[in-house]
């Protein structure tokens, strides 16, 4: 198929919505994946390339301080993780509300309150700048993270 979705591979991938341009699914259980490859080719570009700054370390830091909004729940469910509890088992749904605080909790720990985002002017070059450093994902993921510390 030219210029759309290929054709999975695997026919248990049908339902997949993403799957890579050799028609095989994008996440795997290992390190060699397709999200990673094209994380670190995003991290090359960016040249903030380097040991320990790659898709798991941004994992790992979202999951760390989305710990910080007090919503485990949420976060579990952002990060795709799947909990065998009962209250796992009758939960039927998480409302948006809840993901939107996670999410704009770790936005705020990124890129700083709030206030600075109303004002579009200097927010562009506080984005930029800030995405163009790898110290908060640096700092998250050296830090130990059974033992929070200001960052």
């Not at 210029?3 to 390190?31: C, H, M, N």
């Not at 995003?42 to 979202?62: C, D, E, M, P």
């Not at 710990?67 to 749904?93: C, F, L, P, T």
């Not at 999410?103 to 163009?132: I, K």
Request: proline content about 5%; hydrophobic content about 35%.
């Amino acid at each position: 198929m030219s210029g759309g979705r290929p054709e999975p591979k695997d026919q248990s991938d049908a339902e997949l919505v993403f799957i890579t341009k050799y028609g095989k699914p994008w996440g795997k259980e290992t390190t060699d994946n397709p999200v990673s490859k094209e994380t670190a080719k995003l991290l090359k570009l960016l040249s903030i390339q380097r040991r320990g700054v790659n898709f798991y370390a941004l994992r790992h830091t979202f999951e760390t301080i989305g710990g910080d909004a007090k919503d485990q729940v949420a976060v579990d469910h952002i990060m795709g993780h799947a909990r065998d509890d009962m209250a796992s088992v009758y939960r039927e749904r998480i409302s948006d509300e809840r993901l939107k605080a996670v999410t704009d909790h770790v936005h705020e720990w990124l890129f700083g309150p709030a206030s600075d985002a109303e004002n579009p002017a200097d927010n562009d070059s506080d984005a930029a700048q800030a995405c163009h450093t790898e110290e908060p994902i640096a700092a998250a993921h050296d830090q130990d993270f059974h033992e929070p510390r200001d960052l």
